[in-house]
């Protein structure tokens, strides 16, 4: 049976598979499609292209945008994007410079609180984020664990938190657009579910909605579902598989099938 898992990361951003490696990963799960969504950076497909190609994996063009939208994170991803365009690979770039200030914030604030990280520690290539950080606070033994290093300094709203300059949902999805892509709602279920804020989410110019996600039960999945049949969105799905860093997660453990795979992709990737 042909499944695509359009949701999961590489060490170009938080994940711990190389590009390659999730390719032969996805290979060995059985999956015949992927789409490689890494927070706010393309980075992974110059080497996941070829390997793709080799493997008979079909790979679709994939990123995930962090914006914001009324003062409140909303993660957007985008699919069939032309790979390299400029509006994607500008965007891209403007992101990285705002996480680098956004990074030196936070790191300013545990300093204060005695927990000194050098910001070469956190350079390397790729998008840079909280999850490196709280990684070196447990590799410094200022915390026991990632998970305390959310809870207890770096967590949305946390003393050490900063959520720095950041780019509108609305700006996300024009630049997505203008790359010849399409700009789908990622995991619904995970935003402030309570008010008229997300009835207001709900009203941006979405081309689909990620109905199916990593283990989501199927009744939670419903009134996803509904939203896209009212609006006539696509719906997607992947498991948002990060390797290491969720190893309750595996890959494929969501997917679209194969017409559902190819109504979203049409773009044909180099070789
Ligand atoms: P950033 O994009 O740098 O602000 O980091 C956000 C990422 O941190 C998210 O995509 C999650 O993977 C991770 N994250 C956010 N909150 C938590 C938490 N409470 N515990 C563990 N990881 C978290
Ligand atoms: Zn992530
Ligand atoms: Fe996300
Ligand atoms: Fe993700």
């Not at 080799?54 to 957007?76: A, N």
């Not at 984020?129 to 946390?158: C, T, W």
Request: aromatic share 8%.
């Amino acid at each position: 049976m042909f499944r695509a898992d359009l949701h999961c990361h590489t060490t170009c951003s938080d994940g711990s598979y190389s590009p390659v490696a999730l390719v032969e990963l996805a290979c060995t799960s059985g999956l015949a499609g992927l789409a490689i969504t890494d927070h706010d950076t393309a980075d992974a497909y110059p080497e996941a292209v070829p390997a793709a190609k080799e493997r008979g994996i079909l790979l679709g063009t994939g990123i995930e945008f962090s914006s914001i939208y009324l003062d409140k994170s909303v993660h957007i991803l985008g699919y069939d994007y032309v790979l390299g365009h400029p509006a994607i690979a500008q965007f891209c770039s403007n992101h990285q410079k705002r996480r680098v200030e956004r990074n030196r914030i936070i790191l300013d604030k545990l300093r204060r609180l005695r927990m000194p990280i050098d910001e070469q520690e956190l350079s390397k290539q790729g998008t840079i984020g909280r999850p490196h950080i709280a990684q070196l606070m447990v590799n410094k033994g200022y915390v026991g664990s990632v998970k305390e290093a959310f809870n207890l300094f770096i967590g949305d709203g946390k003393c050490c938190y900063d959520q720095g300059m950041g780019f509108s949902a609305t700006e996300t999805i024009e630049v997505i657009h203008a790359a010849g892509g399409k700009a789908f709602l990622a995991h619904p279920h995970l935003l402030d579910e309570g008010g008229k804020w997300i009835q207001k989410v709900l009203q941006l110019p979405f081309d689909g909605i990620e109905c199916h996600y990593a283990r989501l039960p199927s009744e939670k999945e419903k009134r996803w579902l509904k939203i896209a049949a009212q609006k006539n969105w696509l719906i997607s799905g992947g498991s948002d598989f990060h390797g290491a860093v969720k190893p309750q997660i595996p890959l494929g453990c969501s997917w679209v099938d194969e017409a559902t795979f190819h109504t979203i992709f049409t773009q044909n990737l180099p070789t």
